[in-house]
């Protein structure tokens, strides 16, 4: 099995590298390794690979895992992959658009445990992130590059700058984990920002997740204003009802959606159903 984790591995295989693509590809075995060390994929592991590039991730994971399907868009990858892994009995590569596949054309292959394992395009990964959580219940856990930033977002404790409603709609779903940062000097060309490993593990839950989505989003809507004002504007209901409404729950009136934990949010949507839109 060849490794195609380092620059001239990615000059000799003549893939021109699209931007538009978000081929940011990574020349460091070490962090190859780190990556797949902390996703812990084993031989009971079923692996899906988002965008494998020329492969620097997908050849551990497949020597570790005991199924791995990579779904790649780039025609011209194709042939590299399929020329580097295509001899795999426990290795599948689907060419396709991630986002526009059908979720239920993944299999388990009887593995005890799912895992999303991949450097994602920046581009598109909070839409990536969107379609696991919402459409592929099987996948257990997800462990995914993405940009510092981004990974600061999903991983943000309430209150603080980065808290939005893209955390709590993650922490909502999994439990989060920042691991670990990546400098852009590792990747090939290298971006405009630094990079990192953010887990996200999948909690066994009984709520109507689509419900307080929403809630959430309403809530968030704009920043700036308070969650009465957000409340009243996205669900018609008059201020001081709301205002009673949270303060019964013990929130002051001038409260703001990025104070509060997603558990919170749990309590305070099934309440807010309950006592004032069906009360
Ligand atoms: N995994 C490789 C690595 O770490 O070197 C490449 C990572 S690169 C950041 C992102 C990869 O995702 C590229 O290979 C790109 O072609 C692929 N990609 C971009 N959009 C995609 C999509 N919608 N569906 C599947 N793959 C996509």
Known sequence: MRAKANKQEIAASK??????????????????EKIV???????????????????????????????????EIDDELIPVLTESFGSYENFELKHIDFLKTDASQFETHGASTTKVVANLPYYITTAIITKILNEMDYVDEIYIMVQKEVAERISASPKSKQYGSLSVYCQLLCEVNYEFTVKRT??????????AIISLKRKDLDIDIKTIEKFVQNAFKQKRKTLVNNLNKAYGVDKPTITAFLEGLGY???VRAEEISPEEYINMQSKFKEEVING
């Open 15 to 32: 893939v021109r590298l699209k931007k538009s693509l978000g081929q940011n590809f990574l020349t460091e075995k070490n962090i190859v």
């Open 186 to 195: 590792v990747f090939m060309p290298p971006p405009n920002v630094d990079s």
């Open 37 to 71: 060390r902390t996703a812990d994929v084993d031989k009971d592991t079923n692996v899906i690979e988002i965008g494998p590039g020329i492969g620097a991730l997908t050849e551990l994971l497949i020597d570790q895992s005991k199924f791995t399907t990579a779904v």
């Open 252 to 254: 002051k009136p001038s």
